[in-house]
C-alpha cells in the first residue's frame, strides 16, 4: 500500500484531479484509494482508448486527468494519442503498469513490454520511468510538466516494484 | 431527411450548449451551418465524440451535446456501457443514424443490417434511450436538456446522403482554446 499510496499523493501534488482506471492488478491498491477518496474523480472504462477520450473532454472542462493502465492499452490507444491528445495538446497523465517487466510471470506480457518505450518514443511522449521507491518523488513535478508542455506524459511502474506493495 | 438537413433543424439547439462534433463531414457541415465557439470540431479519432462529450460533463456543469455517428458509435460501443453507468444528467449523446459511413463513401453499416444501437444502448443500462425521425429530433432533444435529473440516448434515424463541403479551415488549438474561453477555463485569450 505504501509504494500505491505514494505514486497517488504525488500525482495529487502534481494537480491531477480526475482518474480513469482499466483495471491491472497492480494498480489494484491505487483503484482501493481512490475509489475512498472523495477530493478526486475516479472511474473504471471499458477500453483505454475510450479513457483518452474521456480525459480529453475532462481536460476542456479544466480538469487534469490520469488513465492508469498496462502498457498494453498505449497499444489500443495510438490513434487516440495522436489524433486527439496531441493534435489538440491536451495534458494527460498515464500512469502505465509496466507488464512483462523482470519479475513478471506471464509470458505473454513480453511481447508489449518490448515495444512499449519504442511506442512512447515514437510518439515523442516524455517518459518516467520508475523502478525503486525513491523514484516515485519524481512523479509530481513530471505530472506538472505535462501542463507546461502541453502534451500526455506517461509514467512507467516497474512489476517489481508493484508487486511488493502489500 | 439527410444529416445536413437535421442538423439545420438543431441549430438552434446545439447553440445554446456545449457541442462535441463527430470528425468528417458532420463537423464540416455543423461548421458550415453555423460556426460558434462553443462547437468543439473533432479533426482525428473516430469513436470518441461520446467519450469527450462524457468527460466535460463530468467536469462542469453546462448541459453537453455530443453528435456522433453511427459508424462511430459501432467503432466504439463501450462506451454506451460507459455511459449507462456514469452519465451524469447534463449529458446527451445524439447518434445521427444514417446506416452508412457517410465521410468515407456512404457504405452501409450494420445498423442498415441487423443490430440496434437502441437495443445495444438499453442493454449496456442506458436508461432513457429514445429513437426517433429527424422530424421529432428538435423536440426530443429539447425534452433531454429540460430533465435535470436524467441523462439521455437520441438516435435519430434519418437517410444517407451528404453535401459537397470543403475540410475545416480552423486549427486545431484554435478550436480548443476558443471553446475553453467559451466555458470560462481559459484567460489569457
Wanted: glycine share 8%; net charge neutral; charged share 20%.
Amino acid at each position: 500500500m505504501k509504494i500505491s499510496k505514494k505514486i497517488i499523493d504525488n500525482l495529487k501534488k502534481g494537480g491531477v484531479d480526475f482518474y480513469l482506471s482499466v483495471p491491472c492488478k497492480l494498480l489494484a491498491n491505487m483503484i482501493d484509494i481512490l475509489e475512498n477518496d472523495k477530493d478526486v474523480y475516479y472511474s473504471a472504462v471499458p477500453r483505454e482508448e475510450e479513457g483518452m477520450g474521456i480525459c480529453a473532454g475532462a481536460y476542456l472542462g479544466n480538469k487534469f486527468p490520469c488513465i492508469m493502465m498496462q502498457n498494453t492499452g498505449i497499444g489500443n490507444s495510438v490513434n487516440a494519442i495522436v489524433s486527439l491528445l496531441q493534435l489538440y495538446q491536451m495534458p494527460v497523465v498515464f500512469l502505465i503498469s509496466y507488464r512483462g517487466t523482470p519479475g513478471e510471470p506471464v509470458g505473454a506480457q513480453g511481447g508489449m513490454a518490448k515495444i512499449t518505450e519504442d511506442i512512447l518514443q515514437t510518439l515523442r511522449i516524455p517518459m518516467l520511468h520508475c523502478s525503486s521507491e525513491n523514484e516515485l518523488d519524481k512523479i509530481s513535478t513530471f505530472s506538472k510538466h505535462a501542463k507546461v508542455v502541453e502534451s500526455p506524459v506517461a509514467i512507467l511502474c516497474d512489476f517489481n516494484l508493484m508487486k511488493e506493495d502489500k | 431527411m439527410n444529416r445536413f438537413d437535421l442538423l439545420n433543424k438543431v441549430q438552434n439547439i446545439l447553440k445554446d450548449n456545449l457541442v462535441i462534433c463527430n470528425i468528417g463531414l458532420p463537423s464540416q457541415e455543423l461548421y458550415k451551418i453555423s460556426d460558434q465557439p462553443n462547437f468543439f470540431y473533432m479533426l482525428g479519432s473516430m469513436g470518441l465524440s461520446s467519450s469527450i462529450g462524457l468527460g466535460l460533463a463530468l467536469s462542469q456543469n453546462k448541459h453537453v451535446i455530443s453528435i456522433d455517428g453511427d459508424g462511430s458509435v459501432l467503432m466504439n460501443m463501450n462506451t454506451l456501457a460507459t455511459i449507462g453507468n456514469r452519465a451524469p444528467s447534463n449529458y446527451t449523446l445524439l447518434i445521427i443514424d444514417n446506416g452508412s459511413y457517410g465521410s468515407t463513401g456512404d457504405q452501409r453499416t450494420f445498423t442498415d443490417e441487423k443490430t440496434s444501437l437502441k437495443d445495444v444502448a438499453l442493454g449496456a443500462g442506458c436508461k432513457n434511450v429514445v429513437e426517433c425521425s429527424g422530424e421529432e429530433t428538435v423536440n426530443e432533444l429539447n425534452k433531454a436538456i429540460d430533465d435535470k435529473d436524467n441523462s439521455y440516448v437520441i438516435i435519430s434515424k434519418i437517410n444517407s446522403g451528404n453535401v459537397k463541403i470543403d475540410p475545416i479551415p480552423l486549427n486545431p488549438i484554435t478550436i480548443r482554446d476558443r471553446f475553453r474561453k467559451f466555458i470560462g477555463k481559459v484567460k489569457y485569450l
